[in-house]
């Protein structure tokens, strides 16, 4: 059997005191430390250095230089990696609020929302989610209808509803109601389209007041071969109540081509008809919603 005296104050004494959790007999009693053998203390052994580190442990490339014996906290233990994950990749505790989820973090613990989107096509009440104080509105006029052409005149299709864009501060639990335009009716015949209605987004909560409204899209004309096809003007934005526009646009005119706007999406005006093909319908408005904080 080896045996090795430390001298007053020994690094493999530290060892067996603290990190094996067995105190050595030489740090606590002055007694001989054996290497290679359990060492027993009746009390906690420490190990100080007036200079540089106090204990160095070097185990082989396969073994854990340090084992301990239980699931405790070592309280103030300061390491450079963690699972083998550096400082770098570690994740901070986020402290940011997010109404609708976080998208992504940074390991700094800055985090970045997820833009929730609703969007309403039916006329409803909107509650505004917990967490939410900041929303974008987006509102869409419904189209106008097409009128049809025949002999001896011409016929243009709808205009497309106006669309805008409005920033509002809102109250988590806060109520809006939404009012989606309806879309004009298409002439049958020589008669007469009819106008797509506005979308409309009032505050519920006191006075009920207008926030924003796209009107909806004119109706299609007819009028004489002889003259100028008589395009229907679209419908105009309106801001108001405190919302903030960010943008807004007039409904595009519908044309003897064609109704005004993107034809198939909300807000589009009907295309004419002529010659036994029937004029067509405006497309309805819609309200999207979105949660920016």
């Not at 007053?8 to 105190?23: C, K, M």
């Not at 207008?210 to 899209?217: D, F, K, T, V, Y």
């Not at 960010?246 to 002529?274: D, H, K, Q």
Request: net charge positive; hydrophobic share 40%.
């Amino acid at each position: 059997m080896v045996r090795k005296t430390l001298a007053g104050i020994g690094v493999v004494a530290l060892l067996a005191a603290t990190a094996l959790g067995v105190g050595a007999a030489g740090a606590a009693t002055g007694a001989s430390f054996l290497l290679g053998k359990v060492n027993r203390a009746p009390s906690t052994s420490a190990l100080i250095a007036k200079a540089g580190s106090p204990l160095r442990l070097s185990g082989s490339k396969t073994d854990p230089p340090l084992r301990v014996n239980s699931t405790v906290e070592v309280r103030r233990l300061n390491a450079a990696m963690v699972g083998g994950v550096g400082l770098a990749g570690l994740q901070r505790p986020i402290e940011s609020a997010c109404a609708t989820g976080i998208q992504s973090a940074t390991a700094s613990g800055v985090a970045t929302c997820s833009m929730l989107q609703d969007v309403i096509t039916t006329s409803t009440t909107w509650t505004v989610p917990t967490g939410a104080t900041e929303i974008d509105v987006t509102a869409v006029g419904a189209g106008g209808g097409g009128t049809v052409g025949g002999k001896g005149r011409i016929a243009s299709g709808g205009s497309a509803g106006a669309s805008l864009t409005a920033a509002l501060s809102v109250t988590p639990g806060e109520r809006l109601d939404v009012v989606i335009g309806k879309p004009g009716a298409a002439a049958s015949g020589s008669g007469s389209a009819s106008a797509g209605t506005a979308t409309v987004v009032y505050r519920e909560s006191g006075s009920g007041a207008m926030l924003l409204r796209a009107a909806g899209g004119n109706a299609g004309a007819a009028a004489s071969k002889r003259k100028a096809c008589p395009a229907s003007p679209g419908g105009e934005p309106t801001v108001a109540g405190g919302a903030v526009g960010l943008a807004a646009a007039v409904g595009s005119t519908g044309t003897c081509a064609a109704g005004g706007g993107a034809a198939g999406f909300p807000g589009a005006g009907g295309a004419p008809g002529e010659h036994g093909r029937p004029a067509a319908s405006g497309r309805p408005g819609v309200v999207v919603l979105t949660i920016v904080g």
